[in-house]
């Protein structure tokens, strides 16, 4: 308790298509650290993937948004990675080919949404106007009517008579500067180019523009309920396809094979069986083990003496009312076998002082009560659990 304790040297011996569960459970644990002998490297059942694994990323950074979050469990009796990895795809795929049109009609009623609250906000902002933006709505062939929107703290060049507000876009651009101007061609594609390079964007006028804002927004508020009808209505249609194609199971799958890739860096296996090793804080082996029995996993579990050279990881092994105090030392770098670890007399220390400085019962049973609240979300604040009871 006064020196940091030597990690504990586990060996499992698992069937070599099991050997993802495994990983899977002991990464639940959050109690491990892998070692491999350096002359380990990553079997070619999980290297091969790879390009497999591409493919998967590019399908994910298409329709990641549109898949459900990765919660349900992956296959509970995994074959080698790359048939499992084959299949997975193949779902992908076909739910891919049903969702796109689906995912197209989202996307387009997400635009006319954006468009249609930018316009109701525009006209709200600039209030009563001579303009008549019906007018605009139709301009051409000569002059055209176009909407600016800069980014916050942008100076764009903006030509005379220029219209601009300040609008609120709910956190898109807050306090944007939007710029409605007549011109021509080339002075709006100029305007267009300052635009791109500010990191702005250009809409044209649509048709829908009514003479004043108040019969603009009977054509807005309609449509957008039309819309928010129409979007639940194919985000109902998706789930369908999720359903259909088994997508949970495969994104599931293919996610597990994903984080071993990236987790995994080598592993010694054979044909039949692999062997994976590391480091636990888990000095009993109770943890390791119950995860073992709870995947379904075919493996061994021992625990037997590291080699001569082995440099097993330091650890700090205090009482549940010490630990939120190891701040102190994990500040300074992690003690040494041969240095002490001050945490349990700072957990008496620390609050003692605090008490002193600040003794109080009311206050101090109100700085207790809001840390035990807090405690959760902001670790640091166990701290102040002992120093309020300290200052009462």
């Known amino acids: 308790m006064i020196r940091p304790m030597p990690a504990r040297w586990f060996e499992i011996l698992a069937a070599r298509d099991d050997a ?3 990983l899977e459970a002991l990464a639940t644990t959050g109690a491990v650290e892998l070692e491999a ?6 079997p070619a059942a999980l290297a091969d993937i790879r390009p497999q694994l591409s493919e998967f990323a590019e399908l994910a950074s298409r329709y990641h948004g549109y898949w459900p979050p990765v919660q349900h469990p992956a296959s509970p009796f995994p074959e080698a990675p790359a048939v499992m990895l084959t299949r997975s795809l193949a779902h992908l795929r076909a739910w891919a080919e049903d969702a796109e049109p689906v995912i197209q009609q989202l996307q387009r009623g997400a635009a006319e949404r954006a468009e249609l609250l930018l316009w109701r906000r525009v006209l709200v902002t600039i209030g009563d106007s001579v303009l008549d933006f019906a007018r605009l709505a139709g301009a051409g062939p000569i002059l055209h009517a176009r909407l600016f929107v800069f980014p916050p703290d942008s100076t764009p060049d ?3 008579g220029t219209l601009t507000r ?3 876009l709910d956190g898109t651009m807050v306090c944007a500067l939007a710029a409605l101007t007549v011109g021509d061609t080339d002075d709006l594609q100029a305007l267009a180019q300052q635009a791109a390079l500010l990191k702005g964007r250009m809409y044209d006028t649509p048709a829908w523009l009514a003479a004043d804002a108040e019969e603009t927004e009977r054509y807005i508020a309609p449509r957008l309920d039309a819309l928010a009808r129409e979007e639940h209505r194919l985000r109902a249609e998706i789930e369908t396809h999720h359903a259909k194609h088994d997508l949970a199971t495969a994104l599931s799958d293919a996610s597990r094979l994903q984080w071993v890739i990236q987790n995994v860096r080598a592993l010694e296996s054979g044909d039949l069986f692999c062997w994976i090793t590391g480091w636990t804080s888990d000095f009993t082996g109770a943890r390791l083990d119950d995860a073992l029995v709870r995947s379904g996993a075919r493996a061994l579990l021992h ?9 097993a990881p330091l650890l700090l092994d205090n009482p549940f009312w010490a630990r939120p105090f190891e701040i102190f030392s994990r500040a300074l770098g992690m003690p040494s076998r041969n240095e002490a670890d001050p945490s349990v007399l700072l957990a008496i220390a620390v609050p003692l002082m605090f008490g002193y400085m600040f003794g109080d019962v009311g206050q101090g049973l109100v700085i207790a009560v809001a840390a035990f609240a807090a405690r959760k979300r902001f670790p640091l604040a166990r701290l102040f659990i002992a120093g309020g009871l300290a200052a009462a």
């Open 20 to 22: 993802t569960l495994v």
């Open 37 to 42: 002998r350096p002359s380990a490297v990553l």
């Open 158 to 160: 903006l030509p005379p």
């Open 166 to 168: 300040t609008v609120d």
């Open 303 to 311: 625990f037997p003496p590291p080699g001569p050279k082995a440099r």
